[in-house]
C-alpha cells in the first residue's frame, strides 16, 4: 500500500465512529487529528483521493467531510477488512 492507501481505513474508521454520514460534517483538520503518528503525513492528500472515489462529500465549499450514504456498502467493506475484531 503506498502512504494515502494506509490513511483510508483510520479515516474512514473515524469518521464512522463519530457517525458523520450525509449531512452530519466534520472539518478536514478534525478528521486526521486522531490519525495515528507513526502514519505520518499524506493525511490532505487521502482525504482528497476519498473525494475523488466518492467514499467521502465535501461540504462548506471543501472544508469540511462526511461519509457518503450511497458508499455505504464500500465504506463497510473497507472497515471490515480492516478492522475485524470491531463489531459493525
Known amino acids: 500500500m503506498s502512504q494515502g492507501e494506509d490513511l483510508v481505513p483510520p479515516i474512514l474508521f473515524h469518521l464512522y465512529r463519530r457517525n458523520l454520514w450525509g449531512s452530519s460534517y466534520t472539518p478536514k ?27 467521502l462529500i465535501d461540504h462548506k465549499e471543501g472544508k469540511c467531510v462526511s461519509l457518503n450514504t450511497r458508499e455505504k456498502e464500500e465504506i463497510m467493506k473497507v472497515l471490515k477488512n480492516n478492522y475485524p475484531d470491531y463489531y459493525f
Open 29 to 55: 483538520e478534525k478528521a486526521l487529528s486522531k490519525l495515528p503518528k507513526r502514519l505520518g503525513g499524506g493525511g490532505m492528500a487521502a482525504i482528497e483521493g476519498l473525494i475523488k472515489r466518492g467514499l
